[in-house]
């Protein structure tokens, strides 16, 4: 039996998450339950209460797989990672699942693959550790899959065998039967220019920047009317949440933070453009469906934001606020380079890979091992 046989036997490992990860393991779990595969998913408890991986079919293994460095934590999890041996391929998603499954297939023949979906954007012990975390992936993945040019040098540089891209696509944004008006009256912005960041508040997100640009703007401090109106939304929730609120109100910033939200397709489309000032991006589920609803990009040229953007938007280095200020004032005051940027954007949302082409890749990529074993 191949991996491209109906009722061969896939495993996923996955840390906690509760965002693009879980979800690009759910559709590739459903998938491939659909073409009749024997699917088994392991990870913390609250990722299954998260994205219901056995209601598509596949049986979840609970595995204590946190985010951060817990020795006793760790050895559990390896040895709770060992039911997964004799499986045709494991699948895991994320540095440190891919660690664990690593250590846990020590002495067998079960192939595995590892999906590195971020990049280590911190220094000290935390950067050492995510080194240590490297070389483990380096050393024991049949296949390192990257969603950044960047990632798979550095992963080459380690001695990983073989690297490939990784195709991570968005999911399909539900349809809505708001209109824009409707929209923008709930939010309280009839009369003005939204740029929108759609990010969980933390570190790596580059928050600060987005601040920093906003401080710009507003009554008396930007040029043209337009830009004096200009208001920033902020969709998404984290750790930094109340340190960005603090600093909105103590310098009255045109900025609202709207927690985290459903209806991301309603936001996009009254949005002027997509502001990412992220430090580091692999391939940002935000960038993907801001491109798919037609909405100008304006981001930092990091990591694999760059070749997923294309002409389709206004790049800058990380962390150049007065560049990123310049790139919206001009946005905002060009109507006609706005609607250039929004048909780039629409048509290179077109041209993204889907659900089906991320299928058939993972099949190749599991196809390949079985062939070398």
């Given amino acids: 039996m191949t991996v491209a046989d109906s009722g061969s036997r896939l495993a996923f490992v996955l840390g906690t998450s509760a965002g693009g990860v879980g979800r690009h393991v759910a559709m590739l779990a459903d998938g491939l339950v659909r073409r009749g595969h024997q699917v088994v998913v392991a990870g913390p408890p609250d990722t299954e209460e998260v994205f219901g991986f056995g209601r598509l079919g596949a049986r979840f293994l609970p595995v204590p797989i946190a985010d951060r460095p817990r020795p006793l934590n760790d050895l559990r999890a390896v040895r709770a990672l060992r039911a997964l041996r004799g499986a045709h391929a494991v699948h895991a998603h994320g540095l440190r699942a891919g660690a664990l499954a690593g250590l846990a297939l020590l002495g067998t023949r079960t192939g595995l693959v590892v999906t590195l979906h971020n990049a280590a954007t911190a220094g000290g012990a935390i950067g050492a550790v995510h080194g240590v975390l490297e070389r483990i992936v380096a050393r024991r993945a049949d296949r390192v899959l990257v969603v950044s040019p960047d990632l798979g040098e550095r992963m080459a540089a380690l001695g990983a065998g073989r690297v490939e891209a990784a195709v991570v696509p968005a999911p399909a944004l539900p349809p809505s039967g708001r209109g824009a008006q409707e929209v923008r009256a709930e939010l309280g912005t009839q009369d003005r220019p939204v740029l929108l960041t759609i990010a969980r508040l933390a570190q790596q997100k580059g928050l600060e920047t987005l601040l920093d640009v906003a401080a710009g703007f507003g009554s008396g401090r930007a040029s043209g009317e337009s830009a004096t109106r200009a208001v920033f939304l902020v969709a998404g929730d984290g750790p930094l949440r109340g340190r960005l609120q603090e600093r909105i109100d103590r310098?009255?910033?045109?900025?609202?933070?709207?927690?985290?939200?459903?209806?991301?397709?309603?936001?996009?489309?009254?949005?002027?453009?997509?502001?990412?000032?992220?430090?580091?991006?692999?391939?940002?589920?935000?960038?993907?469906?801001?491109?798919?609803?037609?909405?100008?990009?304006?981001?930092?040229?990091?990591?694999?934001?760059?070749?997923?953007?294309?002409?389709?938007?206004?790049?800058?280095?990380?962390?150049?606020?007065?560049?990123?200020?310049?790139?919206?004032?001009?946005?905002?005051?060009?109507?006609?380079?706005a609607g250039a940027l929004a048909e780039a954007a629409a048509r290179r949302g077109g041209e993204l890979p889907?659900?089906?082409?991320?299928?058939?890749?993972?099949?190749?990529?599991?196809?390949?091992?079985?062939?070398?074993?």
Avoid: N
């Fill in 251 to 337: 310098e009255d910033l045109p900025v609202r933070l709207l927690g985290e939200r459903g209806d991301v397709g309603d936001l996009l489309g009254v949005a002027r453009a997509l502001l990412v000032p992220s430090r580091w991006e692999g391939q940002p589920l935000s960038v993907q469906e801001a491109l798919r609803a037609g909405t100008p990009v304006i981001a930092t040229a990091v990591g694999g934001v760059p070749s997923m953007v294309g002409e389709a938007g206004l790049l800058v280095p990380y962390g150049d606020v007065a560049a990123m200020r310049e790139a919206v004032e001009r946005v905002l005051a060009d109507d006609d380079l």
């Fill in 354 to 373: 889907g659900p089906q082409q991320a299928l058939e890749a993972v099949l190749a990529v599991y196809g390949g091992i079985s062939r070398v074993r």
